[in-house]
């Protein structure tokens, strides 16, 4: 680890409070008893769905394949063994509804889990096979954005990549799971970083861990120390806590100094970024050709009774992670699948775990917005708290009035939705979403314009 | 455990959930909460004039503040706003007002004007944020207008056995002793009680709130301290001010004397009528004291803080199209 243990990016950013210590100590703990259903969308991804390979009545074993991936997409496999049901549109956590492969859990001896065994020879592959297998693993980025893996580590011919840079900042304010993983899986990560390092081509791996996870950089420096090099070099860069440092182009800029342009690719600049989560899931893949079955989630907040770090089978219904945390206490009252900045509310706890979802945050108390909200001030909070220098609040005052248009000189359409504005707004306005609706305007708008 | 009993005791754990867009974390500061720090910060000053002055000025405070909830109370009725009476914006105001006053002002002259700064300086312009001028200004611009001789006479010396205001004994500010008869005059009434007394308790003639400097300055200190207010605006004014009023022979009186401090720290740094960018705030400060220092010298009136902020008032809206934040597009270069 290097002495700059001060690195973070340029501007803006929050601190929420932090809320991990309920589950910051607790190790990851597998979900017992295992689920007795799942329900496994096809879709789980960013890309086209998944086609089905079984059909009612059959009866799979766990780390089976189900459904082949299609086009842009990634396969699934069978987080439990058991039986399929009726393969129908279910309830999907931010898709509102999907087609969904559920299966019934079958404690029968000839329905053991698909045992995985080590391929011996697996540091010689080629990058091609390596691909194929994280494809076929029907791996995505775990830390919330479920972008194939596979897809993002194929770089355009043109694009001149230096530096593979994993994500361990976990900045969001409760989830821990990241942290925890750092900690159990170590070695695993620092392997799996490797392997993609390998596949892009560079010599050079960052990892970046916020200070409040120091235990965690601590772990992963042993087992940095404790690995064959194999031409790879892999350094953990201890960033200042504080959100979004986990951003794609905050993690990059403080890491290597390096500002990404609004709207590029961080392969723009030179640097890939994957999570610590997706590394640990790459050597799985690559070592054992384990697919992606299991993830772990943080189930937390005041609504829960005893939080922790669970790792529970793919399609898990949510009921069953909080009834493993004691279930919900009264005043629970808003759900969130990922983190309280950037995760999203769900109506109830009728709705599988899946790929991309890194905590369940149960939360008390009356909800933002929920009370309307207050005229602009223009106190400049908002404008300070931007990592990226847009201006929030005229974009929201020209919205409410009714002149989207004329928001393009604030910059709306760089917005990635990170909420640190909307987090500090005195007057409790939804600037997020008026972000989003110029955006989107701006966007329709360029599209339609005559070309000269 | 105790949670067999929790449950008994308890409702159902729910089955549905609020769906409210993110983030679903705040910030714990709100407008309102903001809104009553000020007025919590400038309570110190306002009631060490009660002290100083006597009832009249509590009897000024209470109409200006009654005037400008009344104000709002109307606006809202009449807009069908919701109720905004006590997120403490219309309360400020109200305050604010009342302590730029003389004293001896009557109290239903000061009523009209909290009641003209809310409906003129804020409500037609569609309320909280929309205002381009500093309403407590506006009020005072009002009553400068309408009530000049009460405006310009109504100061009275102080008297710290708080006796009422009729029998108290008028007097002139320091500012306007200095503009009209030179430094001696001016320094003469402050030092009936003593110089520093005069300079730094607030015993001396002048508007209700202005004499304490101290705890005005007490007051912006632990705005400063919680992040409400920025430092960057009223040193801009004091400097400006500086500038102006260095060579005069009397710097010291200026920045002391008049209502300097509850202008640059209270009203200069009103989020609505002041510019976002640092940039521009510094420009904006300086104009005000430039301005403030131009009036009291050649200008026509002793105090130039109230007309110097409402000028700068106007030109922030500018200021805060020539300065912008830096995009981070533009900052630092792919390597």
Known sequence: ????????????????????????????????????????????????????????????????????????????????????????????????????????????PDLMPLEFEEDLQWRGLGTTEMLLRIRDAGIVGMGGAAFPTHRKLQLPPQARVDTLVVNGAECEPYLTSDHRLMIGRSADIIEGARIMARI?????????????????????????????????????????????????????????????????????????????????????????????????VTVTGPGVRHPRNVRAPLGTPLTDLVDFCGGLLP?????????????????????????????????????????????????GRCIEACPLGLQPDQVSIRVEAGKTLS?????????????????????????????????????????????? | MSDGLVQIDNPEPPTTFVVTPGPHVRASESTARIMWWVNGTLAPAALWGVAVFGLGAALVLA????GALAGEAI???????????????????????????????PWWAALLGGLFAILVGKSIFGGLGFNLFNPALIGRAFLMASFPVAMTTGWVAPSPWLRAG??????????ALLKEHGFAAAMKVISGSGWWQGMVLGLRPGSIGEVSVVLVLLGAAVLVARGIVSLTIPLSVFAGTALVTAFTGAPLLHVLGGGLWLGAFYMATDYVTSPTQRNGQILYGLLIGLLTGTIRVWGGYPEGICYAILLANALSPALDQWFRPRRVASMGTPS
Do not use: W
Request: charged share 25%.
């Open chain 1, 200 to 296: 892009i081509g560079v010599t050079e791996v960052a990892i970046g861990v916020e200070e409040d996870k120091a235990d965690a950089a601590e772990y992963l420096i042993a087992a940095i120390e404790e690995s064959e090099p194999h031409g790879i070099r892999v350094r953990v860069d201890l960033v200042r806590t504080r959100y979004p440092q986990g951003a794609e182009k905050q993690l990059v800029q403080a890491l290597t100094g390096r500002a990404i342009p609004p709207r590029r690719l961080p392969h723009h600049v030179g640097v890939v970024v994957q999570n610590v989560a997706t590394a640990a899931a790459v050597l799985d893949a690559v070592r054992y050709r384990r697919p992606l079955l299991d993830r772990v």
């Open chain 1, 331 to 379: 005043d629970a009252r808003r759900l969130i699948a990922g983190g309280p900045m950037m995760g999203r509310a769900l109506p109830r706890l009728d709705l599988p775990l899946v790929k991309g979802m890194n905590g369940l945050v149960v939360l008390t108390g009356e909800g933002p917005f929920e009370n309307g909200y207050d005229p602009c001030v223009q106190c």
């Open chain 2, 75 to 105: 606006a809202n009725r009449l807009m069908n706003h919701r109720g905004t009476l006590r997120d403490g914006s219309a309360f400020c105001t109200g305050l604010l007002l009342a302590m730029t006053l003389p004293p001896l002002l």
């Open chain 2, 166 to 175: 009729l029998d108290a004994v008028t007097t002139a500010t320091p500012l």
């Open chain 1, 407 to 452: 928001t393009e000189p604030y910059g709306a359409i760089d917005c990635y939705e990170c909420g640190s504005c909307t987090f500090v707004c005195p007057s409790g306005r939804p600037l997020v979403q008026f972000m989003q609706v110029a955006k989107t305007t701006l966007r329709r708008a360029a599209e339609t314009r005559p070309k000269p």
């Open chain 2, 63 to 66: 109409g200006s503040i009654a």
């Open chain 1, 1 to 108: 680890m290097s002495g700059h243990a001060r690195k973070t990016f340029g501007r803006g950013g929050v601190h929420p409070e932090p809320h991990k210590e309920a589950t910051a100590h607790r190790p990851i703990e597998d979900l017992d008893p295992p689920p007795a259903e799942v329900r496994l969308p096809l879709l789980q991804h960013l890309g086209s769905p998944a086609v089905p390979v079984v059909k009612k009545g059959d009866l799979v074993r766990r780390g089976q394949l189900i459904a082949e991936a299609e086009g842009t997409g990634v396969p699934l496999h069978a987080s439990i063994s058991g039986k399929v049901k009726p393969i129908d549109k279910r309830p999907h956590p931010t898709l509102v509804s999907a087609e969904t492969i559920t299966i019934t859990r079958v404690d029968d």
